[in-house]
């Protein structure tokens, strides 16, 4: 249903947008650690989770402590050269300076208790959590770790990648339960949980909705769908029952984060167009998604 890229609705974000979403992802980053995971105990989702476990492990049973900076830096490697060189090179600078950052900052800012409470840290902290990372994709940009993979694969397949990688996380936790007790492990579930369902909610690129749109206007309203998201639709004739009316329907399927401002033109456009839009599950065949730069 695609046609050759000319454009798309989302334009890359500028040098200074995407830097400043990228130290405020980082330092939020950081800063639920030193608060809600470190208070807790609790291990994140990715290869933060696997450095702090790694490091208390280290601790525990060998008497010294690792930097978390090195840990996430060495466990990074391999996936920054994945995303370099398969995902795109600004995409990985922005990354890399979010990796750094965040590594940095938690290795040197404070301690905070919030709260001693283990389950109100595993909800707020995976919301935070989730909410740090979401700001780093909209930065076209990632936190590290499995989000490389994560995208990595969501290109490569067109399908939304998060819930497996919560399924991966899960063998981590395994790990975690049982070096370090299974009631810790748990509510890092409950973390996890919860920032998974944050970023499913706010960052919708790699989730798919399927558009049909009745309209007494169909090659007005085929221009503005194919000018803004690049994507094609399928035309049918249609009959409206009420008023015995001859109509068009368009079908499209576009991306999650393209829906929204798509609707609202298409409104504009046609005010008196009828617009369905209908989660997807997946889809087959050709489906153009704006590469990462």
Not at 10 to 28: E, N, Y
Not at 121 to 130: E, M, R
Not at 131 to 154: P, R, V, W
Request: hydrophobic share 45%.
């Amino acid at each position: 249903m695609n046609k050759n890229p000319v454009t798309t609705i989302i334009p890359t974000p500028s040098a200074w947008k995407r830097t400043a979403l990228v130290i405020l992802g980082a330092v939020l980053f950081a800063v639920n650690l030193k608060t809600f995971v470190y208070t807790a105990n609790l291990f994140p989702g990715g290869f933060s989770g696997l450095s702090l476990l790694i490091q208390r492990a280290v601790q525990k049973f060998l008497g010294f402590e690792i930097p978390y900076t090195l840990l996430y830096g060495i466990l990074n490697a391999v996936p920054v050269y994945i995303s370099f060189r398969f995902i795109g090179r600004n995409f990985t600078i922005f990354s890399l300076i979010m990796i750094v950052l965040s590594s940095v900052l938690t290795d040197f800012i404070p301690g905070i208790t919030i709260t001693d409470d283990i389950l109100l840290c595993s909800v707020f902290g995976g919301i935070l959590n989730g909410a740090a990372i979401t700001l780093c994709l909209y930065a076209d940009a990632t936190s590290g770790g499995t989000d490389f993979i994560a995208i990595y694969f969501s290109e490569k397949t067109g399908r939304d990648m998060w819930n497996v990688i919560f399924a991966g996380n899960c063998v981590v936790l395994a790990a975690a339960g049982l070096l370090f007790g299974w009631e810790k492990a748990l509510y890092s579930i409950i973390f996890q949980f919860a920032s998974t369902q944050v970023l499913n909610l706010l960052y919708r690129r790699y989730q798919k909705v399927t558009m049909l749109i009745v309209t007494d206007k169909p090659d007005e309203l085929y221009e503005i769908i194919h000018r803004t998201t690049n994507h094609d639709a399928t035309k049918l004739e249609a009959t409206g029952c009420y008023k015995k009316s001859d109509k068009t329907m368009l079908y499209t399927v576009v991306s999650g984060d393209e829906a929204g401002t798509l609707a609202k033109d298409l409104r504009r456009a046609d005010p008196l167009a009828f617009v369905n839009v209908l989660r997807t599950q997946e889809v087959l065949g050709r489906f153009f998604t704006r590469p990462n730069d």
